[in-house]
Nanobody
Framework: QVQLVESGGGLVQAGGSLRLSCAAS????????MAWHRQAPGKQRELVAG???????SYADSLQGRFTISRDNAKNTVNLQMNSLKPEDTGVYYC???????????????WGQGTQVTVSS
């Protein structure tokens, strides 16, 4: 059984910062790419940032350099540092990861339960 658990969400004023963390646990042989997504009220879930096993990041164009994704392969964690937050960054943030529990199985996509981020104006 594989689980992804997010933490670090909360309420912050516009211009502030938050750091989200996501830890994968359970039977894990290997984790490939990891990512953060968000879903604002009434909108579809969107990709915020992704990172490969080797540490190469990618970001949604709309972020304008305000967010930084990182990972620790030894700890099976992925983080999202969010700076200069805006009210439009409000939403539920989810982490995802492609994980295989054994070397003989294909990678499957797993999701965390989400953490709420609210940015007040």
């Amino acid at each position: 059984q594989v689980q992804l658990v997010e933490s670090g969400g909360g309420l912050v004023q516009a211009g502030g910062s938050l750091r989200l963390s996501c830890a994968a646990s359970g039977t894990i042989f290997s984790i490939n790419d990891m990512a953060w997504h968000r879903q604002a009220p009434g909108k579809q879930r969107e990709l915020v940032a992704g990172i490969t096993y080797g540490g190469s990041p990618s970001y949604a164009d709309s972020l304008q350099g305000r967010f930084t994704i990182s990972r620790d392969n030894a700890k099976n964690t992925v983080n999202l540092q969010m700076n200069s937050l805006k009210p439009e960054d409000t939403g539920v943030y989810y982490c995802s990861a492609h994980i295989t529990p054994t070397w003989t199985q294909a990678y499957s996509l797993y999701w965390g339960q989400g953490t709420q981020v609210t940015v007040s104006s």
